[in-house]
Every structure is written in C-alpha cells, then in structure tokens.
C-alpha cells in the first residue's frame, strides 16, 4: 500500500514563499519513477482542485493556471520525495494541500483519477 506523507504547510505573508515536499513509502513492485504524481489543494469551503502534476518518465510539469509561474513542481525519483515550490503567495493560495499518485505515465487534473492520497498539509497565507 502506497503511502505518502506531505510536509512544509505554515502560516506566511503574502508574498513569501514555500516549499512542500511529499514523501512516498509503501512502495511495492513498482518504483516511484512509475507514478505519475499530483498536487491538489481544498481552500475553506470549497471543492478539491488540481493544482500541480508531474509525469512519471521525462518529469514534465503541469500547472493550473491559477499558479502558473508561481508555483513549481519537481520530483526526486531516487528520494522517493515530489516537491511544490510556492512563490508569490496571496491568501487566495490559502488551503490544505494534498500529494496525490497514480500509476501511470498521465497526468490527470481530476482527483478521481489518483488512487493513493497523503493526508494533507495547512498552507496559511496572511494579507
């Protein structure tokens, strides 16, 4: 059973910046390279939605456009570990974040997609 673990969540001014890291363990006959990982996040009162992925084999990135060339993600095959490096923060970034994985070469912007979920981390942005 694939397990993920994020970590980084804090309380920042607008304008700071973050860094998320997700660590995956669990892993049994696949290696980490063979998922394609996600970021999602739930701001208070409102749905889940996407907010980052990368793909299993060349690491391309996908961003939402609400974080484009704000937000970076990158993974570490040999750490097991994906990153969500956070810039130019405002409260509307304010959410819990979520890791999420599947396997697979895609990646996909719908939450149903993703079979493994970690349990999230607080990101709180202060205007």
């Known amino acids: 059973q694939v397990q993920l673990e994020e970590s980084g969540g804090a309380l920042v001014q607008a304008g700071g910046s973050l860094r998320l890291s997700c660590a995956a363990s669990?892993?049994?006959?696949?290696?980490?390279?063979?998922?394609?990982m996600a970021w999602f996040r739930q701001p208070p009162g409102k749905e889940r939605e996407f907010v980052a992925g990368?793909?299993?084999?060349?690491?391309?990135?996908y961003d939402a456009d609400s974080v484009k060339g704000r937000f970076t993600i990158s993974r570490d095959n040999a750490k097991n570990t994906v990153y969500l490096q956070m810039d130019s923060l405002n409260s509307e970034d304010t959410a819990v974040y979520y890791c999420?994985?599947?396997?697979?070469?895609?990646?996909?912007?719908?939450?149903?997609?993703?079979?493994?979920w970690g349990q999230g981390t607080q990101v709180t942005v202060s205007s």
């Open positions: 669990g892993l049994t006959g696949l290696t980490f390279s063979a998922y394609a």
């Open positions: 999420a994985a599947r396997a697979g070469f895609t990646v996909w912007d719908s939450a149903s997609m993703y079979s493994y």
């Open positions: 990368i793909m299993r084999s060349d690491g391309a990135p």
